[in-house]
């Protein structure tokens, strides 16, 4: 993410998520069998006044009881 999806310059936001970072935390948590799937993309103009594409994905994950 770009930082400039939220309107307002001041609020405290991420700037997305890495795939690579969310599969180490989840195995590192015992979680397997990761899936990332793109389930959306929202286009809209950010405060920069360009439009933009953000991508919206699920993650799922599975873990032994």
């Known amino acids: 993410e770009d930082g400039f999806f939220h309107d307002d310059p001041a609020e405290k936001v991420h700037h ?23 389930i959306h993309v929202i286009c809209k103009t950010n405060r920069e006044g ?13 873990h032994d009881v």
């Not at 997305?16 to 899936?35: H, K, Q, V």
């Not at 360009?50 to 599975?62: G, K």
């Open 16 to 38: 997305g998520f890495e795939r690579e970072w969310l599969a180490e935390l989840f195995r590192l948590n015992g979680l397997r069998e990761t899936s990332y799937n793109r």
């Open 50 to 62: 360009r439009n933009a594409e953000y991508p919206v994905f699920l993650v799922t994950a599975s």
